[in-house]
């Protein structure tokens, strides 16, 4: 539903509506990204729910001169995309803010014109086309709001949602409930499922709804997060965990495993495939070795210091 996977756009490469062996089934199946396996458990029945609610919604997808809505602001009021902003007309009218997206998503024009609400022909397109534009439709305006949110207009949207905490918040104890930004594993589509950041911990978790869970992370891209907190230092977390400000250098809190209140040796076996994996592990056997060779250089100065 709404900018879920399942019929969140097309294959790549521009095709022509007078092919009649491409289906809307072949189109979702081709662009289904990687799920990471995160997102709250949800009843079926909701999920059943929702597809119904999404099957009488879809005539709405193309523009009538009876609704007062936008393609855009029923698109983003879809149960599921409550993560979208919606991204102004005159952003999507501009053809350089859209360069390149045309060799990405299939039948580009019909699904501009669709998000633009333009009037189309009903009897240009057939059933089964009629289905294939709308998921196309989905997957251009998602990439074009990756490029959006990027921009001041696009982040002052985003920090309205951020204020309210729209996003979740981390599930890190010590992050203390600290709200959390989208985040993308890749720039492309049909790649990862979109992820959120942490600006208290700087790690990644999976969304707590599913249907959030199975939006394409392509459709907030790499950067926002990151981009968003560099520029806006303000929104970070203040105090507790980091710091301060975003900008603090103390790190967070990280929770200490014990036995009958004492720690455990980080030579014993408990640590030893955490430091072979992460070289270190919890930055022991790094900082030792930071600690070495900070002592042979100051060593070897004052050797050389001696001898002259």
């Keep these: 539903t709404g900018a879920g996977i399942g019929g969140g756009g097309g294959g790549g490469g521009a095709q022509h509506l007078g092919k009649g062996n491409t289906t809307a089934e072949n189109i979702a199946a081709a662009q289904t990204p990687q799920n990471n396996g995160g997102g709250g458990d949800e009843d079926e029945d909701e999920d059943s729910g929702s597809a119904s609610q999404t099957e009488s919604s879809s005539s709405s997808m193309t523009p009538s001169g009876s609704d007062d809505a936008s393609w855009i602001t029923w698109f983003?009021?879809?149960?599921?995309?409550?993560?979208?902003?919606?991204?102004?007309?005159?952003?999507?009218?501009?053809?350089?803010?859209?360069?390149?997206?045309?060799?990405?998503?299939?039948?580009?024009?019909?699904?501009?014109?669709?998000?633009?609400?333009?009037?189309m022909v009903e009897d240009q397109l057939t059933e089964e086309q009629q289905e294939v534009v709308e998921s196309a439709a989905e997957m251009l305006y998602g990439l074009i709001h990756a490029r959006y949110i990027v921009t001041n207009r696009g982040m002052h949207a985003m920090y309205d949602k951020y204020k309210t905490a729209a996003f979740g918040r981390c599930p890190r104890v010590f992050c203390q409930g600290q709200p959390v930004l989208p985040a993308g594993l890749s720039d492309l589509p049909r790649n990862y499922t979109v992820n959120v950041f942490c600006p208290r911990c700087h790690d990644l978790f999976y969304p707590k709804s599913t249907r959030q869970a199975n939006i394409d992370g392509a459709y907030f891209g790499t950067t926002f997060p990151h981009l968003y907190l560099l520029q806006h230092p303000e929104a970070g977390p203040r105090g507790g965990a980091n710091g301060g400000g975003g900008g603090g250098t103390r790190d967070p809190p990280r929770y200490v495993p014990k036995i009958y209140g004492f720690r455990i040796s980080r030579k014993s076996a408990y640590y030893r495939g955490r430091e072979e994996g992460a070289g270190g592990g919890y930055g022991g056997?790094?900082?030792?070795?930071?600690?070495?060779r900070k002592s042979g250089g100051s060593g070897a100065g004052q050797q050389a210091h001696s001898q002259s």
């Design 76 to 119: 983003c009021a879809l149960r599921g995309n409550e993560f979208f902003v919606e991204v102004d007309e005159d952003y999507i009218q501009d053809d350089f803010n859209l360069t390149g997206l045309n060799s990405l998503v299939p039948y580009y024009d019909y699904a501009l014109d669709m998000i633009l609400d333009v009037e």
């Design 285 to 292: 056997s790094s900082a030792r070795s930071k600690q070495r």
